[in-house]
């Protein structure tokens, strides 16, 4: 099931996406949809309403350098163990919203990564449990000041700027992650194309090592790191993440301020 979070006359819903001869519409649910919901049988049209993230996450924790061919493109080895970072929630947005280009940055990059969405509190978490835990998938653009983070030898900053990760367009609840197209597109020229199956260190590992230290909430995003082919943008691009059995996040660049 795809779950969308939307906004339709001053209102803010999830409803499950739905195809129609006439195209998507929105299925609006009763509730939340991390607990059992019901659908309440009130459909929009998807065409009528502003897509929202399609999660708003206590905490975005990222995972950098888990696929080999990015890390040897950027000159970096691969680590022993994940590497893992924020992103802030001031820095979500959703498809069609606006990427700002940072005022201390001069190269900013895209990343596309495959989301996972977490569906209910979590603590140490055995592998063999974290199917039990996972909400959904959903697109995911970790968008870098790469300048920054090469000059400050952290990431804060260069990963964590207000909308620096685009989610959507929406979670889809029933995937297989595990051998997924993962590509990325600016101004339709295709600059990323990987397979979830390249990934260093497999979802399980991820949510494992994550839980090992923290809490994770209903609604928290783990992003599982980026293919080659990163790239720069620019004021005016408009940069795509698509990735198969999910759909397409699409944001422009826009100059901040």
């Known amino acids: 099931m795809r779950i969308a979070r939307f906004s339709i006359d001053g209102n803010v819903a999830f409803g499950a996406v739905e195809d129609t001869p006439q195209g998507p519409v929105l299925d609006i649910i009763k509730g939340i949809p991390y607990a059992d919901f019901e659908l309440s049988g009130t459909?929009?049209?998807?065409?009528?309403?502003?897509?929202?993230?399609?999660?708003?996450?206590?905490k975005v924790v990222a995972i950098g350098r888990n696929y080999a061919e990015h890390a040897?493109?950027?000159?970096?080895?691969?680590?022993?163990?994940?590497?893992?970072?924020?992103?802030?929630?001031?820095?979500?947005?959703?498809?069609?919203?606006?990427i700002e280009y940072p005022s201390f940055s001069n190269e900013l990059h895209h990343e596309a990564e495959l989301a996972v969405v977490i569906g209910r509190m979590c603590r140490e978490v055995p592998r063999e449990r974290v199917k039990d835990v996972i909400f959904g998938y959903?697109?995911?653009?970790?968008?870098?000041?790469?300048?920054?983070?090469?000059?400050?030898?952290?990431?804060?900053?260069?990963?964590?700027?207000?909308?620096?990760?685009?989610l959507g367009p929406w979670v889809e609840t029933d995937l297989?992650?595990?051998?997924?197209?993962?590509?990325?597109?600016?101004?339709?020229?295709?600059?990323?194309?990987?397979?979830?199956?390249?990934?260093?260190?497999?979802?399980?590992?991820?949510?494992?090592?994550?839980?090992?230290?923290?809490?994770?909430?209903?609604?928290?995003v783990?992003?599982?790191?980026?293919?080659?082919?990163?790239?720069?943008?620019?004021?005016?691009?408009?940069?795509?993440?698509?990735?198969?059995?999910?759909?397409?996040?699409?944001?422009?660049?826009v100059k901040r301020g």
């Open 176 to 220: 297989d992650p595990t051998d997924l197209t993962i590509q990325a597109t600016v101004n339709g020229e295709q600059r990323q194309l990987g397979r979830t199956s390249e990934m260093i260190r497999s979802i399980e590992d991820l949510v494992v090592h994550i839980t090992e230290a923290m809490t994770l909430l209903p609604g928290d």
């Open 222 to 253: 783990i992003l599982t790191g980026t293919p080659a082919g990163v790239g720069p943008l620019n004021v005016g691009d408009e940069v795509a993440v698509t990735i198969e059995g999910i759909g397409t996040l699409t944001n422009k660049v």
């Open 138 to 166: 959903t697109c995911a653009n970790d968008v870098t000041a790469r300048d920054a983070q090469q000059r400050e030898k952290q990431w804060a900053r260069a990963k964590g700027f207000d909308t620096s990760c685009p």
């Open 43 to 58: 459909k929009v049209p998807l065409s009528k309403v502003r897509l929202l993230p399609p999660v708003l996450p206590n």
């Open 72 to 98: 040897k493109e950027l000159g970096n080895e691969v680590p022993d163990v994940p590497v893992a970072f924020f992103k802030p929630t001031t820095s979500v947005i959703g498809s069609g919203d606006a």
